[in-house]
């Protein structure tokens, strides 16, 4: 379970209000609004900043246009005062997310499942969950999983005798979420702790991971740490069956058409 701590009670408060005003100045609803970086992943560094990402839909009207509307919202970084860190908001419409389900996205499932939300709008965000994770296909989920976790890997590997500890975590966690893929053929949960209680984890593994968790939480983003070669036989343990290329993914006629009823639905409760 992610600590409350992760995202206090005023920062909470204070990122609500930032999003009302956006939906304001947007012409939007904002579905869904959830944490999506390190604090959700259950590893933030003490200057972590908030990864704020939004499903949002507008009025009919925008749907009914002869001209496209642009289907996402890019809000320059900032430092927030009251939060203390930089603050980075984008996002969605539900027009685009719907597209990229039926492409088994998986920082879509993500945002649906992350563990700290701002905003959600239940009916629409259990309507979108439950189609996102419907459509997917687990093997398209794997291998979108095992990419930047090999990635991250290659990085580690490459340094001689030390290594940004945060590469560390950008590597355990997608290659567990592959792990979890491929064996319980189900989607991962998206936080770091979720997947270590799931998983079976070699008990000398586990502590050197709590230890590193423990480290990452009372210093900064930069932080660099000496190799940990327990560490990086098990990411090459888990990372061992490398999942099969997806070149394109296919989009079946009844896929676009359950994609479709799905949208005319969220549609309906404007």
């Avoid at 869904?32 to 560094?45: I, L």
């Avoid at 809000?75 to 603050?87: E, W």
């Avoid at 439950?130 to 296909?137: C, D, K, L, M, T």
Wanted: with cysteine; aromatic share 8%; net charge negative.
């Amino acid at each position: 379970m992610i600590p409350l701590s992760y995202v206090s009670d005023e920062a909470r408060l204070h990122i609500a209000l930032v999003l009302q005003e956006i939906e304001r100045a947007h012409g939007i609803e904002i579905l869904v609004a959830a944490e999506s970086g390190s604090r959700a992943w259950g590893f933030p560094s003490a200057d972590s900043d908030y990864d704020v990402r939004i499903l949002y839909r507008r009025p009919m009207a925008d749907y009914l246009s002869v001209l496209p509307t642009r289907d996402v919202i890019e809000l320059p970084i900032v430092f927030d005062q009251t939060l203390g860190a930089d603050l980075d908001i984008n996002g969605w419409d539900i027009q685009k997310a719907l597209y990229l389900a039926l492409q088994s996205n998986t920082t879509l499932l993500e945002w649906l499942r992350s563990p700290i939300q701002y905003v959600r709008k239940d009916d629409a965000a259990d309507r979108l969950l439950g189609f996102v994770q419907e459509a997917g296909n687990l093997d398209w989920f794997a291998y979108r999983y095992d990419r930047p976790a090999r990635h991250a890997l290659e990085q580690i590997l490459n340094e001689a005798e030390t290594v940004k500890l945060k590469r560390y975590f950008y590597a355990l966690r997608p290659a567990l979420a592959y792990r979890w893929t491929r064996e319980g053929r189900q989607p991962p949960p998206m936080d770091l702790p979720s997947l270590l209680a799931g998983l079976s984890i070699p008990s000398g593994v586990l502590e050197d991971i709590e230890q590193l968790l423990d480290l990452k939480r009372i210093d900064s983003e930069k932080l660099t740490i000496p190799r940990c070669t327990i560490l990086d036989n098990y990411l090459a343990v888990l990372l061992d069956d490398k999942a099969a290329k997806i070149s394109e993914v296919e989009l079946a006629p009844e896929a676009i058409e359950a994609a479709n009823k799905v949208f005319r639905e969220l549609l309906s409760w404007i």
